[in-house]
């Protein structure tokens, strides 16, 4: 859901910006789309990031000092590292903040030349420390590289240099999932804020708050459920919940809204999946799993959920778990690539099946 | 004498076409040197004579000649190709002059002569020393080097015009439909004329139907006696197949001799002409090891005997170096050793269909005990010692691994008995292709990939002690490349005609099967498309017959070697679509369809 | 003539036989406020593309029923010239990327871009966008996929993307996350026997029940291929009748019979006859899965059960090879030897168990 925030983000693109103005110039009776909510309800300002209680401390104090060091952001998608970034560079530059931002996000967009060349070429932008009516502000521009973990090494080690060179004018914020794929040089040039997933109760307490001002009804237990879709994810559960506001509009959301937003399968489908399994028959699971394909479940979808329950359920002793979790994680790695769903179902329950009816002991 | 050669040449181009400028200035270079023979000898002989001494310091008289022309055969006897070829040449060339002579009446088409053999065993050399003998005018076509040379500076013409407007393929056609009408003025005296073209303009490797059609055309027009000859290369690209098609030779009536590396014995003789000439001697066993090194290539030899000769001058030329004392014997000896490992033996290159019985009858020493022995378990898995290296023969096969392994996967099955093995071999060739299709390590990977299915079938193929190679299969060739083709080309046909269906799963399995059954008033095209690939029965597209009999010299010529899958792949390797997109029906049929919307 | 399956599509969101609540919502999102990018997944034949012709419909009115076939052409940055069909009208444009294989990406980058530039011509249109529809989007590179989420982005304020594809799990979350998932479930059977039903009514011919109800069982789930049935049978024998022969595509009789000889004899010559079959059947266009698929299907009847998980994981396995590798009949092969060895030695130890 990113896309739609992104039209309207600071420091974009030339290209962006003109295509917007054209538009807005050329057609100004045209009603605007409403914002996503994911845009509309980010934190304005540091304080209002829910739950990163220490990094929000330690922000705090930098933007007293007026100054901080290259900043690495980790940790699960949609706790809150993004906002947290912008929040911070609306409060230190106020108005001035869009031209004081670069944001580059994409994967495909960050080889080394862009690394070297745009970077550069912002970074050597000069930056005075006041504002055009006079209020001082820091003398330093951001540069925000979201998704860091998938920049290619080279790349990675190109940023280095740019790094130490530009660290007078430009402050880094490398923002990733996974601290592990950032090369050494670069994370000990960084301050690292580990960004932990958001409690179940804040992920309600926010997305109550969003339904109330957007008035969304919904059945009780609908963002509970909501909450345990996203996987501790704020983003994608602001983005499902405007989702099922859309389709649903005033008949008001229901769980099975949900559960089929998130595309997930419905848990129904999933005990009777493991009854056929005891059974021990493979022309039933055959037939029943060919009818989940037809139904259009995602078989990826379908090795996570599966997961869970093979995790916690105590009809199979810890190495018939390990069996089935090893030829899960085999078959989703298979799925990745390409390889045909009901195949790898199939591969999947086969081996449960037998996990269940012939290993135990 | 000097001067009127110089005449000769200026008149020459002025009367001579346009369009073959550089080739019949060689050409006249050519008839020149056959005409002052005299002139020529006696030049040589002081060439030789210049170089022997001289050479080594700078000799100024005679640089840059090679011992290859300065030592040429000049007549029959000193070929040192088989009698019987040379006769078979003789009589072809003989007759089809006389059926020339009297063309009007007789011929119906042009002779033409395929010569083929391997570099170096006197394919050319031959068609020389036979033109001079029944006297005839030699043209050859030489690929001109550069299209703007400096023949078009008459002031008047534009010469970017003219020369974008003669293309190589443009001169090539002229050169060979007017080479044999209009006869040179001034080499009046020969008894006939004779094509020779040894170098193919480029274009026609890419578009070999251009060059059929040319031949076609000549075989209509032609007048004279044409000679094309082709050397076999170990490695690469056959032009003889491509060019030469079977269907061609035997639709045009064209006589194609193939010459066999030269024997040894020939060689020797040879040698001892050479020398004779060079006034140099070799010993025996000097004279053996060079014959041995060149491996049937008379121009390697003489090379080798050039190489060898010079730089011991001192010693070599006999005349001088009398003292033949024992020491000198073994310092020759020793000079033999290391200048034949020096200038090394010629890269003999594996044809195919050795390099895939080496691997598929898989010999073994029986002699000869494996080194260390293996556990009691693993027993079975003990073979005697191989008598070929697998990674060596495939590398001497200077085909691709893929292509390698596709010949291995089509010709293995007969090798086995037993389902049991046959699975253990069918695995390794799944293994193979999944080393090899990570497109980043490719380069490396795919010696590897063609290692392990050579090795895997080496190993299991033994097992199968009753398929073990004891009697004699054909060995085919891989059917993988025409299916491929097939596959893609129905691709693109299908999507050509059911353009308002977006091209998915259901296209091909439900609705064209259908179709068939309902044909509602579709177009033709699409009719036709129904019929061929919705049924089986009716349109059996892949030809019936079992494969291609791979024959024993042949050199397989790979087309696209990085083919894809025919599944509508998620992520197609890089280079492999690339090949995909190349083969997508040319722009003209995309057109034609455009007419029948 | 066209066919039923053409002639009888429905045209209308509230006209859909089935996922009628589905229909509805999707009716909802037209005419609220803003209309985000929708990935539409489900098997084949159970309507997608029904589903968003209807949904454009909804958007533009009639209009978007004038189809035009188009040629477009793109360059690539290697300079090599590509053409892709596009179905369009004035409202929509509709194409299938992956037909140009690797150059996926530059067709979707360009084509996204001048739709995006260029201005709607009629004014009066109600809705400021337009649609492009990509097909197949599971096949596209994960390349095209990625260039597919940046142009998303770029040009959200001028063209909505509907993506179609087969199976959500081969598209990268990234896309997803941007996209509203609409996932559309394959007919059940008794939704089948409907359609057929309404289908034959308005052909003024009767079906009987049971025969409805064996062509909807012999379909899959899948509704084109229970139309197309229905068709043919009704060009092979009319008036129906219950038990009469339900034609079936002549590949999937030739894959029986191939999965028929493997199971015969289990030996390299048949494996090399089976071979030939193989490549019969990709040179009729069958794609490989479908062939794993059918020959899994044939091959487990003739095992026990513990074999059948066995034959199963093998062809998993394969299967997923032939999606890396790029000659698929090793895999296919593979796959087949591997059955004809474990077939083999289960039927030589049954055989001394019976003895």
């Not at chain 1, 000092?65 to 900043?71: E, I």
């Not at chain 1, 056929?276 to 959920?305: H, R």
Request: aromatic share 8%; glycine share 6%.
């Amino acid at each position: 859901m990113e896309a739609f925030f992104k039209g309207v983000r600071p420091g974009t693109s030339g290209l962006k910006d003109k295509t917007g103005s054209q538009k807005d110039g050329s057609k100004p009776g045209r009603k605007q789309a409403p914002p996503p909510w994911v845009e509309k309800y980010r934190p304005k300002t540091v304080d209002e990031v829910a739950f990163q209680e220490e990094v929000v401390t330690v922000l705090k104090k930098t933007l007293q000092g007026a100054d901080f060091p290259n900043l690495l952001f980790y940790g699960p998608p949609g706790t809150g590292k993004t906002s947290t970034i912008l929040a911070l560079g609306r409060q230190m530059f106020g108005e001035m903040y869009r031209s004081r931002i670069l944001e580059l996000n994409a994967s495909d967009e960050r080889g080394i030349q862009v690394i070297r060349e745009k970077v550069k070429n912002f970074a050597q932008q000069t930056a005075s420390n006041r504002t055009p009516e006079g209020k001082p502000c820091p003398a330093f521009k951001i540069i925000i590289l979201d998704e860091a973990d998938s920049m290619t090494k080279a790349a990675q080690d190109a940023l280095r240099r740019t790094m130490e060179r530009q660290s007078k004018s430009t402050r880094f914020c490398l923002i990733c999932n996974y601290v592990s794929r950032i090369i050494g040089p670069l994370t000990s040039r960084c301050s690292k804020f580990r960004f932990k997933p958001l409690s179940k109760d804040i992920l309600i307490q926010r997305l109550q708050d969003i339904s109330e001002k957007e008035s969304v009804k919904a059945e009780p237990g609908v963002l509970e459920s909501l909450v345990d879709i996203s996987e501790g994810d704020l983003r994608k559960a602001i983005t499902f919940l405007q989702s099922a506001h859309r389709l649903k509009g005033d008949l008001g959301i229901n769980l099975d809204d949900i559960l089929e937003i998130g595309g997930v399968v419905p848990s129904k489908w999933l005990d009777k999946l493991f009854d056929i399994c005891k059974s021990d028959s493979y022309e039933k699971l055959e037939t029943f799993v060919t009818d989940m394909v037809a139904e259009g479940f995602s078989a990826g979808q379908l090795m996570g959920q599966l997961h869970d329950k093979i995790v916690f359920t105590e009809e199979l002793n810890d190495k018939q778990k390990s069996v089935i979790c090893n030829r899960l994680a085999v078959c989703d790695h298979r799925l990745m690539d390409g390889a045909d769903e009901f195949l790898q179902i199939m591969d999947m329950m086969t081996v449960i099946m037998h996990q269940l009816c012939h290993a135990s002991s | 004498m000097e001067v009127q050669k110089q005449l000769k040449t200026w008149l020459k181009s002025s009367f001579d076409n346009d369009f073959v400028t550089s080739s019949s200035r060689k050409d006249c270079r050519k008839s020149e040197y056959q005409k002052d023979e005299a002139l020529a000898k006696t030049k040589r002989k002081k060439g030789i004579q210049s170089q022997l001494l001289f050479g080594e310091r700078g000799g100024n008289n005679c640089v840059g000649e090679s011992w290859i022309e300065l030592f040429a055969p000049q007549a029959k006897e000193d070929l040192a190709v088989n009698k019987k070829k040379v006769e078979q040449i003789e009589t072809w060339l003989i007759d089809s002059l006389s059926r020339c002579k009297n063309f009007l009446t007789t011929i119906k088409c042009a002779p033409i002569a395929l010569l083929t053999g391997p570099a170096g065993c006197g394919k050319t050399a031959s068609i020389k020393v036979l033109a001079k003998v029944l006297d005839l005018d030699m043209k050859e076509w030489v690929n001109p080097v550069d299209n703007s040379s400096g023949l078009f500076d008459d002031g008047f013409s534009n010469n970017r015009l003219l020369v974008s407007a003669t293309t190589q393929k443009e001169q090539f056609v002229d050169f060979i439909l007017r080479a044999n009408k209009y006869s040179s003025l001034f080499v009046k005296s020969t008894s006939g004329r004779l094509i020779v073209v040894e170098d193919f303009p480029n274009v026609f490797l890419r578009e070999p139907e251009v060059f059929h059609n040319v031949l076609q055309l000549y075989s209509k027009t032609g007048r004279c006696p044409a000679v094309f000859i082709v050397s076999e290369s170990g490695s690469g690209s056959s032009i003889e197949h491509h060019l030469f098609p079977k269907s061609l030779l035997a639709e045009l009536d064209i006589m194609q001799v193939s010459f066999n590396p030269i024997a040894p014995t020939s060689l020797t003789k040879a040698v001892s002409r050479i020398c004779g000439i060079a006034k140099v001697t070799l010993s025996k066993s000097e004279n053996e090891s060079l014959v041995a090194a060149s491996n049937g290539d008379v121009r390697h030899l003489i090379n080798l005997i050039q190489f060898f000769v010079k730089p011991g001058s001192t010693s070599r030329i006999s005349k001088e170096c009398k003292s033949n004392s024992f020491a000198g014997q073994k310092r020759k000896k020793n000079m033999v050793e290391s200048s034949s490992s020096i200038l090394g033996e010629r890269d003999h290159s594996l044809f195919l269909f050795h390099a895939l019985g080496k691997i598929l009858y898989c010999k073994r020493d029986s002699g000869k005990e494996p080194e260390g022995q293996l556990p009691i378990h693993l027993k079975d898995k003990e073979r005697m010692v191989l008598l070929s290296n697998a990674e060596a023969v495939f590398s001497r096969t200077a085909v691709t691994a893929d292509t390698f392994t596709l010949f291995l996967h089509h010709n293995y099955l007969s090798f086995v008995n037993s389902a049991y093995i046959t699975e253990k071999c069918c695995t390794s060739f799944s293994d193979a292709n999944i080393i090899c299709t990570e497109w980043s390590g490719k380069e490396v990977l795919d010696e590897y990939s063609a290692s392990v299915v050579a090795r895997s079938l080496m190993f299991h193929l033994e097992e199968d002690k009753l398929g073990g190679g004891q009697f004699w299969r054909p060995f085919y060739k891989p059917e993988w490349f025409s299916v491929l083709k097939l596959y893609r080309d129905g691709q693109a046909a299908v999507r050509n005609c059911f353009k308002e269906w977006a091209y998915t799963l259901d296209l091909q399995t439900q609705i064209i099967p259908y179709l068939g059954v309902v044909q509602p008033s579709a177009d033709n095209a699409q009719l036709e498309i129904i019929k061929k690939y919705g049924r089986f029965s009716s349109g059996a597209v892949r030809p019936k017959t079992p494969g291609f009999h791979l024959s024993e010299k042949e050199i397989f010529e790979e087309f696209d070697t990085h083919s894809t899958v025919p599944v509508a792949d998620p992520n197609p390797r890089v280079e492999d679509t690339v090949n995909m997109c190349e083969s997508v029906v040319p722009q003209e049929d995309y057109i034609i369809e455009e007419y029948d919307d | 003539m066209s066919l039923w399956v053409d002639k009888h599509r429905p045209t209308n969101l509230s006209k859909l036989d089935f996922h009628k609540k589905q229909a509805a919502h999707l009716k909802k999102l037209v005419h609220g406020g803003d209309f985000p990018h929708l990935l539409v997944y489900g098997p084949s034949g159970a309507g997608k593309k029904t589903r968003i012709l209807c949904l454009l419909r909804e958007l533009y009115g009639a209009g978007t029923e004038k189809l035009r076939i188009e040629h477009q052409h793109f360059q690539t940055p290697s300079k090599r010239k590509i053409e892709i069909v596009t179905i369009a009208s004035n409202y929509h444009i509709e194409v299938n990327p992956s037909d140009v294989g690797i150059y996926d990406r530059v067709v979707v980058q360009e084509l996204l871009k001048t739709v995006a530039q260029t201005q709607q011509l009629e004014t009066n249109s109600q809705r400021e966008f337009k649609v492009v529809i990509l097909n197949e989007v599971d096949k596209l590179t994960k390349d095209a996929q990625h260039a597919l989420r940046r142009t998303m982005e770029k040009y959200m304020s001028t063209c909505r993307l509907i993506l179609c594809c087969n199976s959500s799990s081969k598209v990268i979350p990234a896309i997803k996350s941007r996209c509203l998932g609409v996932r559309v479930p394959a007919p059940t059977v008794e939704q089948i026997v409907t359609v057929l039903q309404t289908v034959c009514k308005k052909e003024s011919l009767s079906i009987p029940p049971e025969l409805a109800e064996r062509i909807a069982e012999k379909s899959n789930r899948n509704l084109r291929r229970a139309i197309l049935m229905c068709e043919s049978c009704r060009v092979q024998q009319y008036p129906f009748v219950p038990d009469q022969d339900i034609p079936e595509p002549d590949w999937e009789v030739f894959l029986k019979e191939t999965a028929k000889l493997i199971v015969q004899e289990q030996s390299p010559r048949k494996l090399f006859e089976v071979r030939g079959r193989i490549y019969e059947l990709l040179i009729h266009l069958i794609p490989c899965e479908v062939i794993f698929k059918g020959l899994l299907k044939e091959l487990v009847n003739n095992c026990d059960g513990q074999l059948k998980g066995e034959v199963t994981q093998l062809a998993a396995y394969y299967e997923h090879r032939l999606q890396l590798g790029n000659k698929a009949i090793y895999h296919i092969e593979a796959f087949i030897a591997k059955f004809m060895s474990i077939y083999k030695k289960f039927l030589e130890e049954s055989m001394a168990d019976v003895f």
